[in-house]
Structures are given as C-alpha cells and as structure tokens.
C-alpha cells in the first residue's frame, strides 16, 4: 500500500476507499446521511427518484439536482477537509456578482438603451473615469463600478447625477471604438453582438494592392512557438459572466443547447403521439442536435452562478465523466443550438472547462474529479458503479 493511500478522510474514509469500487456505496450512505441531518424531505425526494427516474419529469430532476447541489459541495469539502479553501472559492464567485447584475440591469437595459448620442459625444472619459473613481473611494475598476451602480441605485433620487454620469460613461464604454479598446480585457462594457454568418470570423479586408488581402483582427492572432497551448481559456470572471447571459431555459423546458433545436411539431392528430419534430440546421446544413451527451448545461450554468463549484461539476459529470476533455476548444455542438439564434450563443465551453479547472485548483482536486467520475449522488441511475460483469472485454 503506498503511502498516500493510508491518507484518511472524514466520515472514517480512507484514500484507498476512494478507488475501491465496494466502499463507494458506504460514501454514498454517508452522503444521504450527511444531507438526512439537514434536510430529511429531500433525501425522501432522492431516494424515489433513484427507485424509479423514468417517473420524474425533466424539470423536476432538475429541480432536483439543483436543490442537492449545495449538499454535494459541503460534503465532499468536509469529506477532503478543504472547507476553507472551498469557501475562499466560493467568496470569489460572489465577490464577481454585482458585474453581472449591474451589467445586465443598468448597463444593458439603461445606459446603452437610454443615453442619448449627444450625451456620449458630449462626455470627457477621463475626467468621467476620474469623477466616478473618486465617488467609488478607490481606483477606476469594473467590479468598483458595479459595486458603487449597485449601492447608487438603493437611492436613485439622491445619487441620481452619479447614476446619469455611470449611465453615460457605460454607454461610451460599450459604444464607441475608443471605449470597446479601453474595456476590451473586462465584461462588463460588453454586450452580445449580433450573428453575421457570412462573418463568423472577423476579418479585414484591404483593397489598395488591386486585390482583396484578408487578414484577421488582433484579437484573433497568438504567437505561436512549438506546440505549447496558447489559449489559456477563459477566468472565472469570463465563465460566470458567460453562465450569468444563460437564461436557464431548463425552467422552461426549452434548453436546445442540451437536447436540439427543433422545428415547430406538426399538430397531432386526436388520440396519436406525433413523432419528435426534426432538427432544425444551421445556415450552413449542420444539424442543430445539442451536446451529444445531452449534458445538463442550464442546470451546471446556474448552480455555479450561485457560487457553488462542486455542485457545478458534479452536475455536468452526470452525463459528461471525460469534461476535462471536452469543453473549450474541443465541442462547440450546443453553442450552435443556443436559444440565441441571432446573437453570440452562450459560451458554454468557455464555462465548463472552468468550472472543471475550478475544482482541479482545489487541494485534492484531481481526486474531487475523480471521484465524482465514479460516486456521483445527482446520478440518480448510477450513483455508484455497477457490479462487475465478468465479461472478459
Ligand atoms: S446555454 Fe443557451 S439554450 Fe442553453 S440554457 Fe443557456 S441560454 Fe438556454
């Protein structure tokens, strides 16, 4: 036995148990347990809906898994003893919340809809930068910005020329050239563009030589020497950024970037179930079919806008145990059938793989992974792993 096993953990685990397929069920009591002392009602909920899952509809698993994920995340921190790096974590997603409340409610739905051009011609950004930073009590920043819009706002009419002052200063930020440079590495300043499919790719074209020359835009362009990775993917302030533009369409049913966009279903004649309605298809032909393993991407986007990383990842390795190798870069198939059709789709890769990478940064992260890979208690089909066939291959 090598030195690591004979680690133990909490609840009377050893880290040898972890990889011992016969003590998992053991974990998995200890879990129901754990969450029975706090909630008893929901581990009655669990344990029906593991004795027959096909009788739960989708948006009540859902609301399932979402309920447990909180539970999820304080066991296995306890299970590990990694409560307070756990909670420093979870502070940094709570710490980003204002951005995408703030960017959502007032720099969408106010600024950019209601400044008028003449008041962004009219503003002085430096200076607007400066005023605002010296109301905020301390440097220009994003997260000063949505923090002090966020207390403004408790008293509109007394701070109502700092409100106009921030309004104008979003709406340069997002709408000019000038702003869209200065705010280019932030989120807050960004608001989803519109699709041109015939220009996925941003390009620049120059004519002056007698014949069109392209070129992509800086953005597009890393250095390049031998075969390191160069896209570092996104921080977790661009995952929960990405996480907070979803709508959750699971609520509704409607999250096409898990189960497929489709055309409007025929009407069904009395009495007969109509067949699924086919896939819509992209402008280019491609089939608009979701994440192949129909992963539960609504749910994990709000479970990890609520702060909680574990959860998060446990809910996507129900359907998704190889999410280190997925995500970012790899598989893109729900992004094309997001319910945004006509603007940028939900980055989902971006947000997976950091919320992967999340717990990986944790102590004992791998083993976190790992571990749900083979105990995942939101698997309501396969908690545990089966019993070992026998079959030779
Ligand atoms: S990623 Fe798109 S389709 Fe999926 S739940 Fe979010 S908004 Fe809806």
């Keep these: 036995m090598s030195e690591s096993s004979s680690i133990r953990l909490a609840f009377g685990f050893s880290f040898a148990d972890l990889y011992d397929n016969s003590a998992l069920p053991r974990l998995d ?14 581990v009655e909920r669990l344990e029906a809906a593991r004795r027959d899952p096909s009788a739960l509809a989708p948006k009540a698993e859902s609301e399932l898994l979402i309920a447990l994920a909180p539970h999820v995340e304080d066991f296995i921190a306890r299970l590990f003893g990694i409560e307070s790096e756990l909670q420093a974590l979870a502070a940094q997603h709570h710490e980003l919340a204002p951005l995408y409340t703030v960017k959502r409610l007032f720099v969408q739905r106010r600024a950019v809809n209601k400044t008028r051009p003449e008041d962004i011609a009219a503003l002085d950004p430096a200076a607007a930068e400066a005023r605002l930073a010296a109301a905020f009590g301390v440097p220009f920043s994003e997260l000063a910005y949505a923090r002090a819009v966020t207390e403004w706002q408790k008293d509109e009419a007394a701070n109502a020329a700092l409100l106009d002052l921030a ?18 590495a932030g989120v807050l300043f960004k608001t989803p563009t519109k699709l041109d499919f015939m220009r996925l790719v941003p390009l620049h074209t120059d004519t002056a030589a007698g ?7 800086d953005a597009h362009l890393r ?33 096409s970037c898990s189960k ?13 179930v109509a067949p699924p309605a086919a896939f819509k298809k992209t402008v280019f032909g491609v089939t608009m079919a ?23 990842l446990a809910v996507i390795t129900v359907d998704n145990a190889m999410v280190a190798a997925t995500g970012h870069r790899i598989c893109n198939d729900c992004m094309k059938s997001c319910i945004y059709q006509k603007q940028e789709p939900v980055n989902i890769p971006q947000a997976e793989t950091r919320t992967v990478k999340d717990v990986l940064e944790l102590p004992w992260g791998f083993e976190i992974y790992s571990l749900l890979t083979r105990w995942n208690p939101l ?9 070992a066939s026998g079959s030779a291959c």
């Design 29 to 42: 009591a200890a879990f129901l347990a754990f969450v029975r002392e706090i909630d008893a009602a929901l």
């Design 167 to 184: 309004a104008h200063y979003a709406a340069w930020a997002v709408g000019t050239p000038q702003g869209k440079a200065k705010h280019k």
């Design 211 to 217: 014949y069109p020359q392209h070129t992509l835009e």
């Design 223 to 255: 250095h390049r020497e031998g075969f390191a990775l160069t896209d570092q993917g996104t921080d977790l302030n661009g995952a929960l950024d990405q996480a907070n533009y979803c709508i959750w369409c699971h609520e509704q049913g409607k999250d």
């Design 260 to 272: 497929g966009l489709r055309e409007k279903a025929a009407k069904a004649e009395p009495g007969v």
């Design 290 to 312: 979701g994440c192949p393993l129909e992963e539960k991407i609504s749910e994990f986007h709000m479970v990890k806008t609520r702060g909680q990383p574990l959860g998060a």
């Design 379 to 387: 698997n309501l089909r396969r908690p545990v792993p089966r019993a």
